[in-house]
């Protein structure tokens, strides 16, 4: 087709194979949006194709992705506010007859049942490297591994008696993403051959992160979750050696200054009983290791 179709928020280029979302950087644009800043969507990738009526004044083009083609879709599972939905196109009522016109065209062009999964992901994820801040700590991805580093003001002594943690995505089944405009928002790596029993509370996960207010935003959090979810199914590594196994964090010298406030808070941590004497003795030597 070749044609572009504008509207609030958003442009769709519409191409023989595929639409091409790009996002406005506008202020009023949702900051999801912002980030993700253009995506290209196969038309394989869309299962089925809606026009209907808006909020004041407006009609509503919407490219519903087929189950398994998007793994910013996957990762979020149906958390999304509307206003938040890459494939929701807004535009001024007196649009509608053009925005009929491409929708038809779109439907023309699908192939297959609405509720066909895919065995693929057909859209591509958020490019690597990427990180946020969570409440408890902060999550790296590189494209290859997920770190996570703890913040001594709000990980759990589970979480420090645990250490920071870096996991190969070969070692991964999945990410669960619990969006932090919920509550109890979290992200946690799935581990391969780890039971849904094996799971404690994500607080006191070492394979989790939790949000919290301006910790892991849903621009943030989520294309990580996607970014990572995707590469954990073309990893095509075999399965971990074994439940949770965690890769050994790569060593890195640090600043003195944030070592000494860990050996201080380990410190409290022992004080108050939460961590034996070889417990104490065993993560001081690391962490003085890292000087």
Known sequence: MGDVLAGFHAAWEFESDSVLIRFERGIRTPKLLQALGERRVP?????????????????????VPRPGADPLMDAAAGQLKEGCDPYRLVLPAERETLAEYYADELRAQLVGDEDTRSDRYLVAAPKAPLHFKAYDG????????????WFWTGASSAKWKAGDQTFSVGDLSGVEWRSPELFEGHLRLLCRDASEQQRGPADQDP????????????????????????????????????????????SARRDPADIAERIRHLGELHQAGLVTDAEFSTKKAELLAEL
């Open 43 to 63: 038309l394989e990738a869309i299962a089925a194709v809606t026009l209907t009526p808006g909020k004041r004044g407006t009609v509503v083009l919407h490219a």
């Open 138 to 149: 902060k999550a790296s991805f590189d494209g290859t591994s997920v770190s996570f580093r």
């Open 207 to 250: 394979a989790a992160v939790v949000f919290g207010l301006g910790y892991g935003p849903v621009h943030e959090s989520l294309p990580f979750a996607a970014s990572v979810l995707a590469a954990t199914r073309t990893a095509g590594v075999p399965a971990a050696v074994g439940p949770g196994h965690v890769d050994p964090a790569p």
